[in-house]
């Protein structure tokens, strides 16, 4: 089970975080990603993480403003977003799934059959 939080209003320039708590998943073998759908658009990839934390992966978009992390003591992974921009506008999805390999990060959603129910970001101009 995952359980998405920490969305909201924010304005152009500014930051938030969204965490995901994973249940059902041990952390050293689940990998996590994070996903966002805005209105009218395809479920897109954001950023994931493998189970050791060392293997990351962003989608271009992103690259430089946003960072993934996992706490494996509390079994969260967060999206910590900077320079949000107005395009960033979505409900984010966090997703997961059981992992062989401890460093690789999965980018496409199809791998992953555990989701959460989202959490909406909006980026006002």
């Known amino acids: 089970q995952l359980q998405a939080s920490g969305g909201g209003l924010v304005q152009a320039g500014g930051s938030l975080r969204v965490s995901c708590a994973i249940s059902?998943?041990?952390?050293?073998?689940?990998?996590t990603g994070w996903f966002r759908q805005a209105p009218g658009n395809e479920r897109e990839f954001v950023a994931a993480i493998s189970p050791s934390g060392g293997g990351t992966e962003y989608a271009d978009s992103v690259k430089g403003r946003f960072t993934i992390a996992r706490d494996n003591a509390e079994n969260t992974v967060s999206l910590r977003m900077d320079s949000l921009k107005p395009e960033d506008t979505a409900v984010y999805y966090c997703?997961?799934?059981?992992?062989?390999?401890?460093?690789?990060?999965?980018?496409?959603?199809?791998?992953?059959?555990?989701w959460g129910q989202g959490t909406l970001v909006t980026v006002s101009s």
């Open positions: 059902g998943c041990t952390y050293n073998v689940c990998a």
């Open positions: 997703a997961a799934r059981y992992s062989v390999s401890r460093t690789t990060a999965f980018s496409t959603k199809d791998v992953y059959p555990y």
